[in-house]
């Protein structure tokens, strides 16, 4: 099976008064049919530019963006995307926000079929029984499960999540993980999540991409072993430690922050806390 | 609740009204120098024929100039709002043609249509009071955040769509803050007209009459007249704002 997401030498910058921003340099990146990809990088690397791109929201200067065999040259039905901030209408409620993208995508389903779609997603990531309130009156990170819904409502081959648990706690952040593991078990898409949470990277994606600093380019891949259904514990194996710590000095060289790789301590540390994920520079 | 927001504002017009009977008692002043409300009545009494008919002209060239301003105000907060080259060249003469005080605008206008009494202050009414409009759309437009379209864009969504579902009921609330701001100023605009202009009509020109006759008492009841008009089509754009922008109406806790 080819790969559904084709990033081939991909190079854009942006204009600015001062002369172009290259923010992308020669960037491939591919992701097979059903996979899930996630992109960590320094801040400022372009990793939302590379969302933009995925999405046809853009054009690239040079390269090509392919998905499913062909070329993306402008933004397409079979796309969903989820950002940091929900961004639901707060004139609609709960339910009207997660049809929203079948009121634009071409579809043969009749106004009930719709909702009873959505309603199958909201009960699916646990907001059965919020569907007629307001998005106003949901916590965080309930709105960020009601914009998890409306960025998959209209079954789209590719999911484009852009730091959609950024603004979370760490709690709640955790909790959204599974339920994105809920939501990839019933519901077939290819996904590319940009995160600043190394954590969230490999417990999410079955092979992550460090960007090195701008311009980005793939600097590093790691793939995450498959070893069946994931649970919070596996986070705090000695394998789970060892990969976060290869991340970790992954994004330091990106950052430029360590002058080589290899002379520092590269045993896992014991118990892996928070301080596995690397302060980003201002 | 309801018994609230009625009995509440109700007793501090009262309470208003009393301050100011006893205000002008007090002081032992002549109706000439301030009229006391226990004076309204009786004019608004003899008038009150002329209060019907002027009041009546009074509100519906009000209303027909702010819906006027209402439907340009719209297109031209939509055309700076989309265009950053039209909103960079309009502004400057939006801003100056708001800047001139409309009471010189008043003769020109009754030179320029002569004898159109109605046509000139529907004019003055819609010429005051679209410039809140104007910006308060345009403004709700340009700062949309742009992830609000991309979510759209995204699925391969037309501008009129983008437009219809998210940029125009998103810029709903600023729309109703700048349309209580209009209402009061189309009403000072009709009366502009109404005072100004020669053998005018509407509770301008009642107010007008009543300072030639120096009838003191007339003039005041002119103005709580205007005031309670004023009052009502407030009321009106705020049960508009509850059908059309409710939403935006934090829920009370």
């Known amino acids: 099976m080819a790969d559904l997401i084709e990033i081939r030498h991909v190079t854009h910058a942006y204009a600015t008064p001062k002369g172009p921003l290259p923010v992308l340099d020669d960037l491939s990146l591919s992701v097979p049919e059903g996979s899930f990809c996630a992109v960590v990088g320094p801040s400022g690397c372009g990793k939302s530019t590379l969302t933009r791109l995925i999405a046809g929201l853009m054009k690239p200067d040079r390269g090509e963006v392919w998905l499913h065999g062909e070329r993306v040259k402008s933004p397409r039905a079979t796309v969903g995307m989820a950002f940091q901030n929900p961004v639901l209408l707060e004139w609609r409620t709960i339910l009207q926000n997660v049809v929203l993208p079948l009121e634009i995508v071409p579809t043969k389903l009749t106004q009930a079929q719709k909702e009873a779609r959505a309603r199958e997603l909201l009960e699916l990531v646990g907001l059965e029984g919020f569907e007629d309130k307001r998005p106003s009156e949901l916590s965080g990170g309930m709105r960020q499960r009601a914009s998890l819904c409306r960025a998959i409502v209209h079954r789209p081959e590719v999911l484009i999540l852009d730091e959609p648990f950024g603004a979370l706690d760490a709690f709640t952040r955790e909790d959204l993980w599974q339920t994105m593991h809920a939501l990839r078990a019933e519901e077939p898409f290819t996904s590319v999540l940009i995160t600043h949470d190394l954590r969230e990277s490999i417990f999410l994606a079955d092979e992550v991409v460090v960007l090195s600093g701008r311009p980005a380019t793939a600097q590093f891949r790691l793939p995450v072993p498959d070893t069946g259904p994931r649970t919070l514990d596996d986070l705090y194996t000695p394998q789970a430690a060892a990969m976060l710590n290869t991340l970790r000095h992954q994004i330091e060289i990106a950052q430029g922050r360590t002058p080589a790789a290899g002379t520092r301590k590269t045993l896992p540390d014991p118990a892996p806390t928070e301080s596995a994920t690397p302060e980003i520079l201002p | ?253």
């Open chain 2, 1 to 253: 609740m309801i018994w609230r927001k009625v009995a509440v504002p109700l007793a501090a017009v009262l309470i208003f009204l009393a301050l100011w009977e006893i205000l002008v008692q007090a002081n032992g002043w002549p109706d000439y120098k301030m009229a006391s409300p226990s004076d309204l009545p009786p004019a608004f009494w003899k008038y009150r024929w002329l209060f019907l008919e002027y009041g009546w002209q009074t509100l519906w060239r009000t209303v027909a100039g702010l819906a006027i301003a209402v439907v340009f105000g719209l297109a031209l907060g939509m055309v700076m709002g989309f265009s950053r080259t039209l909103r960079d060249a309009l502004y400057p003469l939006l801003v100056g043609f708001n800047a001139v005080p409309k009471a010189t605008v008043v003769p020109i206008i009754a030179l320029l249509f002569v004898g159109q009494h109605d046509f000139n202050t529907v004019l003055m009414a819609f010429m005051i009071s679209f410039f809140p409009i104007a910006v308060s759309v345009s403004i709700g437009l340009s700062t949309l955040e742009p992830e609000y379209r991309d979510i759209l864009r995204a699925l391969g969504a037309s501008r009129l769509a983008i437009f219809r579902k998210i940029a125009l009921p998103k810029t709903l609330p600023e729309f109703f803050g700048a349309l209580k701001v209009s209402v009061t100023l189309a009403f000072i605009g009709t009366n502009l007209m109404e005072i100004v202009s020669p053998h005018g009509r509407g509770l301008g020109a009642l107010f007008d009459s009543g300072k030639t006759s120096a009838d003191y008492p007339l003039m005041f009841a002119v103005l709580i007249a205007l005031a309670a008009l004023g009052i009502l089509l407030f009321y009106v754009v705020v049960w508009l704002e509850r059908i059309f922008a409710g939403w935006a109406e934090r829920p009370a806790s």
